[in-house]
């Protein structure tokens, strides 16, 4: 399996990290030469999602990604990646993300919750983070904090709110290898 990671911005090192512990290939995606490379999933990381949208359009990769991901390829959004695949913004996925819902930096918590298809619970770093404001009845909602959504599926999209990628627990990147399998 090989894992394709978007890497213009953000905690995209920390994903590789975690796929590596799980001995999956990754490499990182930068500019369209690095797209055109064989994938079996896309990884978009937590950052600054004004900020890749800006160098996605500048690189001339959003209608590349756009068409992949609708197209069948599997992909993980977290934090600014699922505000990336929002109807606002690459529009593969039918949520609409509130962005900086739990305000600033000071606003910025971790807690521990469950969601479907895991077993116990699971850590959630939240940072500058989104929750998912709307879904539609095609989205399947995977975890709610304090009554928000904060992890969702549609087809081969898993997007969460929070960080798996900061925490040492490798139960959301084994999920999400597992539904590419």
Request: hydrophobic letters at 40%; a negative charge; aromatic letters at 6%.
């Amino acid at each position: 399996m090989r894992i394709a990671v978007l890497a213009q911005q953000g905690a995209f090192i920390e994903h590789e990290q975690m796929l590596g512990r799980l001995g999956v290939e990754t490499f990182e995606v930068r500019k369209p030469s690095d797209w055109n490379q064989p994938k079996d999933a896309l990884i978009i990381p937590g950052g600054e999602s004004t900020t890749m949208m800006l160098l996605l359009k500048r690189q001339q990769m959003l209608d590349p990604i756009r068409e992949a991901i609708l197209g069948g390829l599997s992909t993980m959004g977290t934090c600014a990646g699922l505000i990336l695949l929002d109807r606002n913004h690459l529009g593969t996925m039918d949520i609409l993300a509130r962005r900086n819902a739990y305000g600033r930096q000071l606003g910025s918590f971790h807690t521990f919750g469950t969601l479907k298809g895991i077993e116990g619970t699971i850590p959630m770093t939240f940072i500058r983070a989104p929750y998912i404001e709307e879904a539609g009845s095609e989205v399947s909602i995977l975890s709610e904090v304090d009554g928000k959504i904060v992890a969702a599926r549609q087809g081969k999209q898993l997007v969460t709110a929070f960080h798996p990628e900061l925490d040492d627990d490798l139960s959301l990147h084994r999920y999400f290898l597992d539904s590419i399998a």
